[in-house]
């Protein structure tokens, strides 16, 4: 019943900018939990940031900490994700990612996937 529609990859040059964009429908945005995930060829699927239902502060990934930076918009439904100084190593297919469990969120044992959106950064 969520759905979720992913838009704002593209391929940039190291140090470059990108802002993600996932658009929510279906449930209440105020009371969804929702972040992104990202998986690179030949490695795990790895949760970049998570911004939960409540208004708590998001979380990051160690490896994206101070670079990236999740916000909600509940007047849209959206979470945005603005990545700056962007590395080769974040690289990935970027998912968009929401559920009604805060610890499925967590856990990447998550009900609802958007279709996913290519992110690339080339040195």
């Known amino acids: 019943q969520v759905r979720l529609v992913e838009s704002g990859g593209g391929s940039v040059q190291a140090g470059g900018s990108l802002n993600l964009t996932c658009t929510a429908s279906g449930y209440p945005f105020i009371s969804l939990h929702i972040g992104w995930y990202r998986q690179a060829p030949g490695k795990e699927r790895e949760g970049v940031t998570r911004a939960y239902a409540g208004g708590y502060r998001p979380w990051y990934a160690d490896s994206v900490k101070g670079r990236f930076t999740a916000s909600r918009d509940k007047a849209k439904s959206t979470l945005y994700l603005q990545m700056n100084s962007l590395k080769p190593e974040d690289t990935a297919m970027y998912y968009c990612?929401?559920?009604?469990?805060?610890?499925?969120?967590?856990?990447?044992?998550?009900?609802?996937w958007g279709q996913g959106i290519q992110v690339t950064v080339s040195s």
């Open positions: 990612a929401a559920d009604t469990s805060s610890l499925s969120l967590s856990r990447g044992d998550i009900t609802y």
